[in-house]
């Protein structure tokens, strides 16, 4: 059974940085292109950032030169680094494998940002 874990969310000032984790149960992650997903109040979930197994990274236009996804193969474990912080960067936010499955859709883990 797949379970996907994320945490590091929190309140932060504009400006701010934060840093989530995920951490991947089951045999998916080493084998799979992972992303960071953000859904904010009344808009669709949005991808953020993609990583690919070989470390390829790609990101959304709107956290480019802001945001750094990276990935644990031994740990299991798909980071993405906050930086510079906008009140627009305020959601909740999910990892999943990229393309995502619905089946692994977690909690995710709340980001504020706001003075």
């Known amino acids: 059974q797949v379970q996907l874990v994320e945490s590091g969310g929190g309140l932060v000032q504009p400006g701010g940085s934060l840093r989530l984790s995920c951490a991947a149960s089951g045999s998916i992650f080493r084998f799979r292109t992972m992303g960071w997903y953000r859904q904010a109040p009344g808009k669709l979930r949005e991808l953020v950032a993609s990583?690919?197994?070989?470390?390829?990274?790609n990101y959304a236009d709107s956290v480019k030169g802001r945001f750094t996804i990276s990935r644990d193969n031994a740990k299991n474990t798909v980071y993405l680094q906050m930086n510079s912080l906008k009140p627009e960067d305020t959601a909740v936010y999910y990892c999943n494998t990229q393309p995502s499955w619905t089946a692994y859709w977690g909690q995710g883990t709340q980001v504020t940002v706001s003075s």
């Open positions: 990583i690919t197994t070989g470390g390829s990274t």
